[in-house]
């Protein structure tokens, strides 16, 4: 039997703005229900990396391609139709609308009825927003959000914005659920929680998660394994314990010693 291939695979990924090359040679692969972190001081090209994955950049050399079907040239609307899914460092709600709307909005891939359908209010479209009201409503209950439903989003504390643009993520589909700084700007509790509901969502949603993180602490405790970035390049790649011992993470984080990385 052929085995299946990666959920996500990089190879030898390149990307250049003019002169500046903010990805070199990167490859990497991802298979179904891994948890993996991506990490590196600041500039390493981290969320160029996450960038070229979802669509938003093209590589200016090498390949992507999930589950073995290659992603050059496509929009990043075509790559979340194929199961990949991500949230931002700086959290992107759409403002003016309410914290059920913004997870409703993601259900738009999935609408199974057409233009007419819609214009003339079918019995075929009042059930299928009626499947999509409820299914909204139970991802909002799982993140603690559904007594918020009516709320506008950006009227929420930071931690539930976070939440909830986690969920709107979660509303496509996805079999990779990309996550940029998940804990920025969170409480050591609201870390915790964190913490725990996305292993909680990984399970339930039988996901694979890829996400970048700031918190050494979080990313030694949440993530199987681990690739390390510094100027764009890979520079080491494995377990937390292997990382965390890697004299090359160290020298790139710190110079010479790894006192302060607090795991």
């Known amino acids: 039997m052929t085995p299946s291939p990666p959920l996500l695979s990089m190879t030898s990924v390149t990307k250049r703005f003019g002169g500046l090359t903010a990805v070199a040679d990167v490859s990497a692969t991802h298979h179904q229900g891994e948890l993996g972190g991506l990490i590196g001081p600041p500039g390493a090209g981290k969320t160029t990396v996450f960038n070229l994955v979802t669509g938003v950049y093209q590589p200016s050399e090498g390949a992507i391609a999930v589950l073995g079907a290659s992603t050059t040239g496509l929009t990043p609307d075509r790559i979340t139709a194929?199961?990949?899914?991500?949230?931002?460092?700086?959290?992107?709600?759409?403002?003016?609308?309410?914290?059920?709307?913004?997870?409703?909005?993601?259900?738009?891939?999935?609408?199974?009825?057409?233009?007419?359908?819609?214009?003339?209010?079918?019995?075929?479209?009042?059930?299928?927003?009626?499947?999509?009201?409820?299914?909204?409503?139970?991802l909002l209950s799982l993140f603690n959000l559904a007594d918020l439903a009516s709320?506008?989003?950006?009227?929420?504390?930071?931690?539930?914005?976070?939440?909830?643009?986690?969920?709107?993520a979660l509303a496509t589909g996805p079999r990779l659920l990309i996550l940029d700084e998940p804990a920025a700007g969170m409480n050591p509790n609201e870390t915790e929680a964190l913490m725990a509901m996305l292993h909680d969502i990984k399970a339930r949603f039988d996901l694979t998660l890829l996400l970048i993180e700031?918190?050494?602490?979080?990313?030694?405790?949440?993530?199987?394994?681990?690739?390390?970035l510094d100027y764009g390049r890979v520079i080491a790649r494995g377990t937390p314990e292997e990382v965390r011992s890697n004299p090359d993470v160290i020298t790139a984080y710190l110079g010479d010693s790894a006192d302060g990385i607090e795991l």
């Not at 709320?151 to 709107?168: K, N, V």
């Not at 700031?214 to 390390?228: A, G, N, S």
Request: some cysteine; glycine content about 4%.
């Open 214 to 228: 700031h918190d050494m602490k979080f990313v030694m405790q949440m993530c199987e394994r681990i690739i390390v």
């Open 82 to 138: 194929l199961g990949v899914a991500r949230t931002f460092q700086n959290i992107r709600l759409f403002g003016e609308m309410t914290v059920l709307e913004n997870v409703k909005t993601a259900f738009n891939l999935k609408l199974r009825y057409g233009m007419a359908s819609a214009l003339l209010r079918t019995r075929a479209f009042k059930a299928e927003e009626a499947r999509v009201e409820r299914e909204s409503l139970d």
């Open 151 to 168: 709320e506008r989003s950006t009227s929420l504390p930071y931690g539930e914005q976070r939440r909830l643009e986690i969920a709107r």
